[in-house]
């Protein structure tokens, strides 16, 4: 009988020791909650396939902003959802559109205490649900859509958010928005450009969130789940254009694009953990086969391990709850 002479349990035995030796932590300063606010609402309202989350009324986003910012989280993710749209998406650059309403709101409440950041696309405020205007044959209109985005980022800055995030997936946006924001002295304000975004079937839960019109899909201007060389080609292109953080979106399956992003570049890479990731943990959970809080930080660290230092999930607060405990 031999034994082996390396024994890599060792360094598992004890909690002290595994503590010790972690590669990975999670840090409640790179979680940021993405929240929804509605625009009419006088009390917060529930969304049925995002157990927990909910659509906020102006009021409830105020006191949700001031909590997250309690419990440490690095940013809020803002999205607004209008009680009206229209083919151009109006509501997304209008000074008094919700989501600009709301960034003044969140602004005020919470000031520099936290990172206040907002989604930078049409689809929530288009009457066919897609990130942009489109042709009068129904195809979206790149160039068209990145002068909306032009003015809705310097609108959000106004409104007085600091990092942008454009969302679109038109070709050229982060560039259109940097000079956009430069132009009307939002020099300092930051863009975190979800540089990876593919066309998946996570976002469904999302969709009710924001009470989405979309019929159809949006291959022609998110990836194809297939590739991941073109990633790399998008986020070059966004750091040329002066991105100053990379995302990638979906997070969990999509693991090996964030390390090959993490590899290809230095400017910080975020991962966005998106609605369906996290309904299919809590629907799991609700029939009670699996452990809700082990597999909500074992998704967090998975992420974090593969080379996301920036994290959005719907869980950050509750989870920055639990890690202050746990550290
Ligand atoms: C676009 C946007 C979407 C999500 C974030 N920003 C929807 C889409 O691209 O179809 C999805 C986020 C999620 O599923 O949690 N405004």
Redesign the pocket.
Known sequence: MSYPESRPRRLRRTPAIRRLVSETRVDPAELVV?MFVKEGLTEPRAIRSLPGVLQHSRDSLRKAAAEAVQAGVGGIML?GVPEHRDPTGSGGIDPNGILNVAIRDVVAEVGDDTVVMS?L?L??FTSHGH?GLLTPSGDVDNDATLEAYAEMAVAQADAGVHMVGP??MMDGQVGVVRRALDAAGHQDVTVLA?AV?YASA??G???EAVESALEGD?RSY?QDPANVRESLREVALDVAEGADLVMVKPALPYLDVVSAVRAAVDVPVAA?Q???EYAMVEAAAANGWIDRERVMLETLTSIKRAGAQVILTYWAVEAAQLLRERY
């Open positions: 993405p999205f989604d696309c689809d929530e990130c969302s679109g979800y975004k996570f976002f839960p999302f969709r949006r998110q966005y998106v609605s369906g």
